[in-house]
């Protein structure tokens, strides 16, 4: 909005030209978002544990600590996230860019799924919330009309296409099959962060790191000079979405403040569904799809254990991990949690750092 606003009295006012740099306004995003969190962390979190009382739910055939350590903590602390990262950037992004509207859509779409998941978990004094299949079919829903607005936003032959790392300029024409494909990314990348949210700090900081990660690419990808010379593909207005990523970085910076262990708030379904759905969605707009199950690996592995886990325990009567998902199955053997976070955000950063060599390795 600031820029849409600013820039066309720059030449009154020279200042203003600051405002039509990505950089600044990227930066200007994070530090938005983190003064929010700051600023209304507190107070939010005051009102969730008035409401909520007896906090958020804990699973009895959970690990055993929980039903001590996390007993009395509020949840639905994703509603901090998502109003540092919505007012963040609607302040400094280009509002005329389609992308970020696109890419709103489903995290603000994914965010009111999760909160509707929340609040009943909180109502009911139950852990199961929305029924799988309720919450799949809405998030189908969301980002099928996500992906046509991208679509339509995107020129060929990239619309539909695939991009492959590592090799240059390879795209492969998904044709009418990419709308199940881009779906299946936005709800996976979705479901996988929440699957990782289990201990306090786990997963935002990996979706913090992704979302630097993906202010890169975005960049990147958006730049015709900078594309050309790393041989990607370029995407006119993907820029903007640096903008997005910036601010999803801060408000998860932010949100961490509270959310350290031993953790004041739980971001709850409301944030893990809402900022998967983010990084999906930046990861489709960008065409770095299979970039993200590499940044992203994080979040795949904790979702294969539980594949794993069923399968296995479905086929044999068996099971293959103490407890899934994997963070649990260290639990059980007697890790501490803080051992189990930090060893995870070490993997998470050099994820990340093998995801931004793809920028070069082609």
Not at 98 to 109: C, I, K
Not at 128 to 147: D, E, N, P, W, Y
Not at 302 to 314: G, R
Request: with cysteine; proline share 4%.
């Amino acid at each position: 909005m600031l820029p849409n606003l600013l820039v066309p009295f720059s030449d009154v006012f020279t200042p203003f030209n600051l405002f039509r740099y990505l950089t600044f306004r990227t930066g200007a995003a994070v530090i938005t978002a983190l003064v929010i969190c700051f600023v209304f962390g507190q107070p939010i979190i005051d009102w969730l544990r008035r409401r909520q009382r007896e906090g958020q739910p804990i699973r009895s055939d959970g690990p055993e600590s929980h039903l001590i350590t996390k007993k009395g903590t509020p949840t639905m602390g994703g509603v901090l996230i998502l109003l540092a990262l919505t007012v963040s950037t609607l302040l400094w992004a280009d509002l005329r860019n389609g992308y970020v509207w696109a890419v709103l859509l489903v995290t603000l779409g994914f965010g009111v799924v999760g909160f509707v998941d929340d609040y009943l978990k909180v109502t009911k004094r139950n852990s199961r919330g929305l029924s799988g299949k309720t919450k799949l079919f809405c998030q189908a829903c969301i980002s099928f009309a996500a992906v046509v607005w991208i679509v339509w936003l995107t020129r060929e032959p990239l619309s539909t296409s695939l991009a492959v790392p590592f090799f240059k300029s390879l795209l492969i024409d998904l044709g009418w099959f990419f709308f199940p494909f881009a779906m299946f990314v936005m709800i996976g990348a979705s479901n996988a962060v929440n699957l990782t949210d289990g201990l306090d700090g786990l997963a935002i900081v990996p979706v913090m790191i992704a979302a630097a990660c993906f202010a890169v690419f975005a960049y990147f990808t958006g730049h015709a000079i900078f594309s050309n010379y790393l041989l990607i593909n370029y995407v006119p207005g993907t820029g903007e979405l640096a903008v997005l990523c910036g601010a999803l970085v801060g408000a998860a910076l932010g949100f961490l403040w509270f959310n350290a262990p031993p953790a004041s708030v739980f971001m709850g379904d409301t944030g893990s569904l809402s900022m998967g759905g983010a990084l999906g969605g930046i990861s489709v707009v960008t065409k770095n799809e299979i970039v993200l199950a590499i940044v992203g690996g994080l979040f795949v592995l904790e979702t294969v254990s539980v594949i794993v886990q069923v399968a296995s325990f479905k086929l044999t009567g068996k099971r293959v991990f103490m407890m899934a998902p994997l963070h649990h199955h260290f639990e059980k053997k007697g890790w501490q949690e803080p051992t189990i976070v930090i060893r995870f955000w070490i993997i998470a950063v050099i994820l990340a750092l093998a995801g931004l060599s793809t920028l070069k390795l082609r």
